[in-house]
């Protein structure tokens, strides 16, 4: 040991396997992965040093964790993408400097970046800013982080004229030291960590995909910015993958498929986000519809039918007006209320006002049986300046909850189960709405099912199995179940300890019984109750979050709700609300996306198509089609003068799953010449044999044709 070296002082570096190491003071975690291994060290995007995330090249400041986070490590990915972000901008400065930058975070499988720029980016200037993200990797720049007072940074990309940055480091100052990094010539406000160096991002493993309009902090009051959206990926092999699926995804894009297979349409007239369903898609939903309510039926639940709309009292009772109007279509005010309001010359803001008040005696009864001030002061008025009107119904539980208490019930009677393809109308902002899977109408496959505490844990199972079914039917195989459970410190639960512990066994219970991955969420239940929700993996493995299984404490309060137990006293029903595939427009557009349109024989919208080679088969094939008809089947004949290979083309490409091929030989011997639409041809057969063959397919729901 030199006496020089005998001079620093020294600090003890922990790794994560516990052993300790010394180092001068000043070693940076990059120089610690140097002395494990310099194959760890070139991995290296950052490190954690006593749990916070810092660049490889910041000197430890004293004794301390240090765990490297290499390319292998989970949070390698985030920190690629966003020194990707940082390239991508770094490269739109080079080549258009008149862009602005804004703010550049990663996403799900991949980054953005704002820019405000007079028009938007041209697929060439894409193709042209990859290159030069390529040229800016080859420098191999280093990447450098700097802290500075949050005026220093301001005045540098005042300097800069980077107007949204410099607005970014007033901010942020504000509140915390902030920081900047540099890589060249280019600098940006971040936060970071980042690669060491641009030559540790790989060129090929990123793509920039598409350009959109942005909002400026995504408030559409301020200046529309233009966002590039890209992917990357730690390599080549994982891009390719990525961008395969994304093709994948296309193909089946419930949009498309809809529209090519006349599925259902939206209408500008009729309004964004309102379905109308075709008679195809219309097929597709009954016959849905119909095996959902069999199961039902099985199940002992009861159909009801309940009316669109329902009095604002209803829903200031259940507690969805006026606190969730945000997501809501406006009260609809009764016309004598409307008159009384223009004669009297009400203001608009005060027609409202009169509109979302709460009379004295529904609010005294509602904070009286909660026990708490479900309704404050500020919301109750007179009974004179109440004005009335109703509601389209964003939910179905209030009317379900009215046709419950229609009657008396007793012990005896419960469980009570009520189900209904209820449908409910949502505010969705415009750039929220996406085909039918974000909609602003749409029709639930609810139902409501009262009981009492001890039947909970047998309900949730029942709702669970009939999950399971139709789940298997369907060839859904990958799915999982959250379990929400309550915040264990928080108090804003309704109901009590004893009775949320028991309905939380019972979730976990049923979530079990499933047979599949389930998580417990703690703090993702409502107030009023734990919940299990459904996310399906498709087939190119993306996730879709489905409906839900509610257990609900507040609404029989809210109602007042009773059944007259053993002991003869009055007592609480606890309720449950169940829509486990959340409406039929998402369920439909997901079964479309699954499905790549080639539904099940029993969903199909055309079961069978009868292609006649020529004009003297055209007579057979209809006689064909009415005893396929009335024997139950969807059946149509293409009795066009096309050559049979162009016809059997078509019928493949609309998904049908059976072509029947008529010439003189199957003419004569009371056959047909089957094809599916994925098989191919499979001979020729007796009439009646294809029949049979076809019905025994279409009711067992079966997923296969032959
Ligand atoms: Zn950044
Ligand atoms: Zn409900």
Redesign the pocket.
Known sequence: MTCLERLLPEIQVTLPDGTRRSFSAGTTPLQVGESISPRLAAACFAAKVDGRMVDVYVPLAGDAKVELVTDRSPEAIDIYRHSCAHLMANAVKELFPEAKIAIGPTIEDGFYYDFDRAVPFAAEELETIEKRMAEIIARDTPIRREEMPWEEAKALFDGEHEPYKSELAFERGQHEPVSIYRQGAFNDFCRGPHLPSTGKIKAGTFKLLSVAGAYWKGDEHNKMLQRIYATAFLSKKDLEEHLRRLEEAKLRDHRKLGRELKLFHIDEDVGPGLILWTPAGSIVRQELQTFISDELRKQGYFQVFTPHIGKLTLYKTSGHFPYYKDSQFPAIVAPESLAEALASDCSCAELMHRVEGVSARLANSLNDRAGREVIGPDQVLPDEKLLDGFLLKP???PH?IKVFDSQPHSYRDLPVRLAEFGTVYRWEQSGELNGMTRVRGFTQD?A?LFCTEDQVGAEVRGCLSLVKTIFGTLGLADYRVRVGLRDPDSKKYTGTADNWDKAEDACRDAARTLGVPFTEEPGEAAFYGPKIDFIIKDVIGREWQLGTV?V?YN?PIRFDLTYTGADNAPHRPV?I???PFGSMERFVGILIEHFKGAFPLWLAPEQIRLLPIADRHVAYCQTVARDLSDAGLRVTVDARTEKTGYKIREAQLQKVPYMLVVGDREQEGSCVSMRTRTGGDKGVLPLETFKMLALERAGARSLELD
Request: charged share 25%.
């Open positions: 939910m179905n539980c379900h609810d409501h509610q609900d609404l309720m609300h169940r829509a």
